[in-house]
C-alpha cells in the first residue's frame, strides 16, 4: 500500500498541474480601477455630493410619506427601512473605496518621499564637490601674483637697472629709416577717412 502512495505521489521538483475553473476570474485593470475609485472618492468629498444625497433623501421622504399609498414603495411605519438599507449599502461601498484611494495616495507619496530623498542626496554631493572646487581654487589662486605684486617686482627691477647705470641716462638708438630699393613700386598716398583733403 505505500509503494501505491509513492507511485501516485509526484516529488517537491515536479509542478503542479493547474486545475480548471468553473468561473472565470476577474483580473481588473488596478491602474484604471484605481483611477475610477480615486475620482469617485473625491466627487463624495464635494459639497454636490451631499447636495445631491440630501435632496436624494428628501425627495424619498416626502414621496414615500405623502404619495398615495398604491404608489409607495418604503414604508414610514416601519421607519424607512429600504431608505436606511440603501444609506447603510452606499456607506458600506464608500469606506473601502476611500481607504482604497487613501492606499494609493500613500503610494504615491512614498514614491514623492523616495525620489525627493534621492535629489537631496545629489544635491548635497554636488554641494561637496563645488565645496571642494571652490577651495581648489582659493589655494590655486594664493600662488597666483597679483598686480600689487607684479608692479613692486617691476619697480625693484628699474631701481636695479637704475643703479647699475649710475646715473647716466639711458638711450634708445634711433634707427635710420632704410630707402626703397628699386624693384620696390611706390604706393600712391591714400587719404584717411574722415579727413578732409585740403586744396
Known amino acids: 500500500m505505500v509503494e501505491k502512495i509513492r507511485s501516485s505521489s509526484?516529488?517537491?521538483?515536479?509542478?503542479?498541474?493547474?486545475?480548471?475553473?468553473?468561473?472565470?476570474?476577474?483580473?481588473p485593470n488596478p491602474d484604471r480601477?484605481?483611477?475610477?475609485?480615486?475620482?469617485?472618492a473625491r466627487f463624495m468629498g464635494t459639497p454636490q455630493f451631499l447636495l445631491y444625497m440630501t435632496v436624494f433623501c428628501i425627495i424619498w421622504l416626502v414621496w414615500n410619506?405623502?404619495?398615495?399609498?398604491?404608489?409607495?414603495?418604503?414604508?414610514?411605519?416601519?421607519?424607512f427601512t429600504?431608505?436606511?438599507?440603501?444609506?447603510?449599502?452606499?456607506?458600506?461601498?464608500?469606506?473601502?473605496?476611500?481607504?482604497?484611494?487613501?492606499?494609493?495616495?500613500?503610494?504615491?507619496?512614498?514614491?514623492?518621499?523616495?525620489?525627493?530623498?534621492q535629489?537631496?542626496?545629489?544635491?548635497?554631493?554636488?554641494?561637496?564637490?563645488?565645496?571642494?572646487e571652490i577651495a581648489e581654487l582659493r589655494i590655486a589662486l594664493r600662488e597666483v601674483?597679483?598686480?600689487?605684486?607684479v608692479r613692486s617686482?617691476?619697480?625693484s627691477i628699474l631701481e636695479e637697472l637704475l643703479e647699475t647705470t649710475d646715473g647716466?641716462?639711458?638711450t634708445l638708438q634711433k634707427r635710420k629709416p632704410r630707402k626703397p630699393s628699386e624693384n620696390t613700386v611706390a604706393l600712391p598716398k591714400v587719404p584717411a577717412a574722415g579727413r578732409k583733403q585740403s586744396r
Open 153 to 155: 617686482e617691476l619697480r
Open 145 to 149: 601674483a597679483t598686480r600689487d605684486y
Open 65 to 79: 410619506t405623502f404619495a398615495p399609498a398604491d404608489f409607495r414603495f418604503d414604508s414610514a411605519a416601519l421607519g
Open 82 to 117: 429600504a431608505l436606511t438599507l440603501m444609506l447603510s449599502l452606499q456607506a458600506s461601498y464608500a469606506a473601502p473605496l476611500l481607504l482604497l484611494a487613501q492606499n494609493r495616495q500613500d503610494d504615491r507619496d512614498r514614491v514623492s518621499l523616495r525620489q525627493d530623498r
Open 33 to 40: 480601477f484605481g483611477s475610477a475609485t480615486e475620482n469617485f
Open 168 to 170: 647716466q641716462e639711458l
Open 10 to 27: 509526484r516529488g517537491l521538483d515536479t509542478p503542479r498541474v493547474v486545475r480548471k475553473r468553473f468561473l472565470l476570474r476577474s483580473r
Open 119 to 132: 535629489r537631496a542626496e545629489r544635491n548635497l554631493s554636488d554641494t561637496e564637490y563645488l565645496t571642494r
